[in-house]
């Protein structure tokens, strides 16, 4: 089993930034590929960001490029998602998941763990 908890979720203005953090618990951390999601009211829950196991290689959706990054510290068990330039669209839970191996995809069922999410407003 992996717990993940994250923080760091809140109200803040647009043009304003945010930094997610997910802390993972339990099993091996530092192979395991992570993602961000969120889900907005009435809507879907949608893929944000990747990172692979080794912290490599990166992927962020259309939506949020060049406004979000994603990062881990495998010695702190830690995935973090720095939110730039955030836009009122952007209000949403954001959820931290893991998955089973190194290599990352942007479907959500193919990780294994979640959080509870974290709130995230941006007022216009």
């Known amino acids: 089993q992996v717990q993940l908890v994250e923080s760091g979720g809140g109200l803040v203005q647009a043009g304003g930034s945010l930094r997610l953090s997910c802390a993972a618990s339990g099993r091996t951390f530092s192979g395991r590929a992570m993602a961000w999601f969120r889900q907005a009211p009435g809507k879907e829950r949608e893929f944000v960001a990747a990172i692979s196991g080794t912290g490599y290689s990166t992927y962020v959706a259309d939506s949020v490029k060049g406004r979000f990054t994603i990062s881990r510290d495998n010695a702190k068990n830690t995935v973090y998602l720095r939110m730039n330039s955030l836009k009122p669209e952007d209000t949403a839970q954001y959820y931290c998941?893991?998955?089973?191996?190194?290599?990352?995809?942007?479907?959500?069922?193919?990780?294994?763990?979640w959080g509870q999410g974290t709130q995230v407003t941006v007022s216009s």
């Open positions: 998941a893991a998955g089973s191996g190194s290599s990352f995809y942007v479907n959500s069922n193919t990780y294994d763990y």
